[in-house]
């Protein structure tokens, strides 16, 4: 098959950073090439050197072996290479296919005005192929996150690339809709379209991926075919140790005190009658399926949104929780699902990312904000966490997916949160990253702390937690101790509607 893409001997620096060191890469048409490596490990500047998004200090790039000096994401485009990124850039005020053809409006006979009939008509066939039941007329900021990452998917195709990286594609995605993209992939390969295809899930890399290349801290490790390996030898390729087997959580034996309780909480028709508890030093997991209302629950109880009826109780005492400030005063600190969106000010670095919610602690009796003090509380939690950034002055749009998160958990230790709510904390982490979140987790519920993780990934639920909710359909249908927990009683009672199992 043709080489649409050869990348050899790549460098790339940043201040500080010796991001890319003599790293290569290659494409065929037709095929499904999985690039893989921890957070950090270059995925993301390689492909931004590819698109046009950087300029590579020194080596070569061929597209269908022409040597080629890719001047921006224009350029890369009419070069026929398009990317899906992790994180959702749609505008939300427009329509679906507003959305998808935005920067290349459909015009009507006059060449003058934009034909919006059109635009839906051929947006509707993109939506029919991915059999996405969406409106092109609707608006984005109506979507779910799912649906959102859908119509990325869409507006890429749209292109007609030959060259389709995926970054993170299914990080939103039901099973289902994980099956329809896989349809959707294989028939672009039949197209001759060659995917570099960037996941954290090994079973979908092991399941899609024709071949495999691994980065570890900026170099290439290794190119190997996926039928020739397995993950146990991927992971060690990405993260140069052996990690330890799916654990299961100690049998949670150290309090029974409760010190979050929630009873009856409604939101419209999104959130049906949820009551649970929760215990010092416990993790308590939230399972179900995408939209089964675990995300929704998190916001009402952290004041994000607003309920209908309920009450919530802190160590025994009725509070009211009417904002997210309400919830940060009572010692609760939410890391969100999107974090850019709701967990980080990406204009800003990572001290004052980190002491976000903590001003007060660093405002002299005068008024002044003490720099130096917040400098060394955002050093401490940087090496408690392992966060790797070149200085505490980098802005955190710059780093890593991994360490973007790291500064969020780091914003609410410093803020001494009693009561921690993980919404997805390993989205879009890699394996390494997500051993040492977890890591973390347990060390915070090991201090005291109380952490309520929700989680798509069932293996992750059943790593981390004491005890799990499950949800369906806004209610809790289940509540599973540690030991009984399995993936397949998890997901009977993920499609069970009703109350509380006892």
Known sequence: METLVKMENIQKSFPGVHALDNCKFDLV???VHALMGENGAGKSTLMKILT???????GITEIKGVAVNIANPKHAKELGISIIHQELNLCQHL???????IGRELKDKTGIIIDEKKMNQKAQEFLDMLK??????EKVLSLTVAKEQMIEIVKSISYNAEVLIMDEPTSSLTTSEIDKLFEIIEYLKKKNVGI??????????????????VMRDGQYINTVKAKDTNINEIIKMMIGRELKGDLRPEGFTRSNEVVFEVKNLNRKNIIKNVSFNLKKGEVLGFAGLMGAGRTEVARAIFGADKKDSGEIYIKGKKVDIDSPKDAVKHGIGYLSEDRKKFGLALGLDVVNNSVLASYEKFISKLGIIQDKKCNESASVMVKKLGTKTPS?????????GGNQQKVIIGKWLIRDCDILIFDEPTRGIDVGAKSEIYKLIKDLADSGRSVI???SELPEILRLSHRIYVMCEGAITGEIMSEDANQENIMTYATMRGDIAK
């Open 29 to 31: 048409a037709g095929e």
């Open 52 to 58: 046009g998004v950087y300029t590579k200090d020194s």
């Open 95 to 101: 329509t679906v296919a507003q959305n998808i053809f």
């Open 132 to 137: 996405v039941d969406i409106a092109p007329d």
């Open 196 to 213: 570099v295809y960037i996941s954290h899930r090994m079973d979908e890399i092991m399941r899609i991926a024709d071949r495999i290349t």
């Open 392 to 400: 505490l002055v980098q802005k955190v749009k710059n780093l890593s």
């Open 453 to 455: 993780v929700i989680s």
